[in-house]
């Protein structure tokens, strides 16, 4: 492995660089704006709907879609199943990268930036689940940060202190999948406190269960659609052996998440007969519910355990992406559409064009360094003068 092969000199500019630039700058000013003339100029947020695209896909998806790290750490470190060893630095990657942007997200929603570390350090409001959720989240983040950093500190030639962090592996997964578990099942208990304003479909005592289980098969179908990503975008930078164990990795977690999926609708389903909401069912909202449950769970769940019984990778690529869009889906089902349902159309909200930007922006972001770390150092190969652990 070349250590030094970086992007052909004919592919510095292309479309997409071009595109991502003028993304990036029209980020920046959106950015200015928000933070120079207040929240009331760049959105459509009011005393109705504090809470908007911001917080409905950048944090709740991002979290959401960033659980590949837990997931595949602790299939790897605490299953013992080493087969999934290729997919363990590239998950947690996406998962550091994922959690920093969606707390960059929240800045713009919160504002006052040098006001993050107060509830943390100074106001413990510990009967909070916004405080719970928000200290797991810088935990979890310190944590995602020391785990990636080996990959950091091989390609400075840190060899000393990248062993003593390396030795660290399985306690930091653990604390992981810790620190997951209790914040990925708090947001959805956020919005327990809502009944009269969450439409009854998806308001339940158990959010916070689905909000969990959601997670880990939404973790896996991100893992496999940014695997099929690196395979066709950056096959020039991985080694022998992360492209013969790219198959099993998806085959694996198709596996996995065709099994988690169904059982999810189970659940889904018995939360629905406890709730007695079955009459809600006959409606447009149940019609939309259905849309949810059976369109992007169900059929992604089949699609996934097609392409693992048959080894079919064009069915689990696809049941990647429609597992995404539909995880996608959910959390703006709860924290928009279906949020404030009662009142009339003229006091919905409904995202502007300034806030899709600074959003898109914040994606883009997010590829453009995730882009730039796995073109240079050892994410998608592993470093030739280091040993495996």
């Known amino acids: 492995m070349d250590l030094d092969n970086q992007i052909p000199e004919n592919k510095k500019l292309t479309v997409f660089n071009v595109v991502t630039g003028i993304i990036l700058a029209g980020g920046l000013v959106l950015t200015i704006l928000r933070f120079t003339m207040g929240l009331g100029v760049v959105t459509n947020l009011d005393n109705n709907n ?24 602790a299939a790897c470190y605490i299953f013992g199943l080493k087969r999934f060893h290729s997919a363990v630095r590239p998950a947690i990657l996406t998962a550091f990268l994922g959690y920093a942007l969606v707390v960059l ?6 504002g006052r930036p040098w006001r993050l570390p107060y509830p943390i350090f100074y106001s413990q409001g510990t009967s909070s689940l916004l405080f719970e959720v ?6 979890y983040l310190t944590v995602l940060f020391i785990e990636y950093s080996p990959a950091a500190m091989e390609w400075l030639g840190f060899r000393k202190l990248r062993n003593k962090v390396v030795k660290l592996t399985i306690l930091l997964t653990i604390f992981g999948v810790i620190l997951s578990t209790l914040h990925q099942s708090s947001l959805g208990a956020l919005f327990m406190i809502v009944p009269s304003k969450l439409h009854p479909l998806w308001y339940s005592s158990y959010l916070a269960v689905y909000f969990f289980i959601s997670s880990i098969f939404a973790g896996m179908s991100m893992v496999i659609f940014e695997g099929s990503l690196a395979h066709r975008y950056l096959k020039y930078k991985m080694d022998e052996t992360h492209l013969k164990e790219s198959t099993g990795v998806a085959l694996g977690f198709a596996k996995a998440a065709s099994f988690l999926m169904m059982g999810y609708v189970g659940i889904k389903i018995v939360g629905l007969s406890i709730d007695n909401n079955w009459h809600y069912i006959a409606t447009g909202w149940g019609f939309w519910y259905l849309l949810e449950l059976v369109g992007f769970v169900l059929f992604p769940a089949i699609l996934y355990a097609m392409g693992s019984r048959e080894k079919n990778l064009l069915f689990i ?28 159309s003229d006091l919905r909200y409904c995202p502007s064009f300034m806030e899709i930007g600074i959003t898109v922006f914040i994606v883009t972001l997010g590829i453009v360094i995730y882009r730039f770390i796995a073109t240079r150092m050892p994410i998608l190969y592993d470093h030739p003068d280091y040993k495996i652990h």
């Open 50 to 73: 504090p809470w908007g695209l911001w917080i409905g896909f950048d944090l709740l998806c991002g979290v959401a879609l960033a659980a590949g790290g837990y997931v595949t750490s």
């Open 134 to 139: 928000g200290l797991c989240v810088f935990l």
């Open 317 to 344: 690529r696809a049941a990647s992406i429609w597992t995404i869009l539909g995880i996608i889906l959910n959390r703006l089902n709860i924290s928009i559409v279906a949020f404030n349902w009662q009142l009339p």
């Open 105 to 110: 997200a929240l800045h713009y929603d919160v």
